[in-house]
């Protein structure tokens, strides 16, 4: 499941501090929105969801951020890990049944 | 409890082949699902079920056949390989619909030459 892409965005972190990964979706009665973690030859990996009605939601380590007026979500990790390297993926809810993902960003965490 | 489990993990197809991607979860899932993601792309949608004996088509489901048989399986059926099929394809399932906290298999790498 190798989900390298020539043209993906990459964001480089140090070991500790904090990552922020961006997201724009595109449509505004999107409802339900998830970000995933995919690592090297894996399937993507549930990290945390949100719906439209909050605007922050919190997990171990990573939180969530959600503006509804701008159409933009965020992951936020905290005290970023080498096993955090992946590539991560947005995905909106805005058809009942249909996910659409976004084009995803890589992760890499320098020791 | 295996989860999500797709076979072949790797597959090469000549123009006009056809063939069955597997698919099954022992999880008691409804709601399954195929993708596939190409380079530089996120997950596209090709088909997906919400229960034994129904299927839908997802965003780009031209190409693909699905049937649900059961509740653990839902087979992806390639009816005459191109080469823009060339891909690697994911199953998922979840409790519910929208994919909620939708488990994925380990893919399978199909190059159709």
């Known amino acids: 499941g190798e989900s390298v892409g020539l043209h993906l965005p990459t964001l480089s972190v140090q070991e500790g501090d904090n990552s922020i990964i961006n997201c724009a979706y595109s449509?505004?009665?999107?409802?339900?929105f998830i970000w995933y973690k995919q690592e090297s030859g894996k399937g993507p990996q549930f990290i945390i969801d949100?719906?439209?009605?909050?605007d922050k939601r919190q997990g171990q380590r990573v939180t969530v951020l959600l503006n509804k007026t701008v159409k933009h979500l965020s992951l936020q990790i905290a005290a970023t890990q080498p096993g955090d390297s992946a590539v991560y993926f947005c995905a909106e809810n805005n058809a009942g049944n249909m996910l659409t993902f976004g084009g995803g960003t890589r992760l890499m965490v320098k020791p | 409890n295996a989860g999500v489990t797709q076979t072949p993990k790797f597959q090469v197809l000549k123009t006009g082949q056809s063939m069955t991607l597997q698919c099954a979860q022992d999880?008691?899932?409804?709601?399954m699902s195929w993708y596939r993601q190409d380079p530089g792309m996120g997950l596209r949608l090709i088909h997906y079920?919400?229960?034994?004996?129904?299927?839908d088509q997802g965003e780009v489901p031209n190409g693909y056949n699905v049937s649900r048989s059961t509740t653990e399986d839902f087979p992806l059926r390639l009816l005459s390989a191109a080469p823009s099929q060339t891909s690697v394809y994911f199953c998922a399932s979840s409790y519910v619909q929208g994919n909620a906290e939708a488990f994925f298999g380990q893919g399978t790498r199909l190059t159709v030459v």
């Open positions: 999880m008691n899932h409804e709601y």
């Open positions: 449509n505004s009665a999107s409802d339900y």
């Open positions: 079920s919400v229960g034994a004996g129904i299927t």
């Open positions: 949100i719906r439209s009605n909050m």
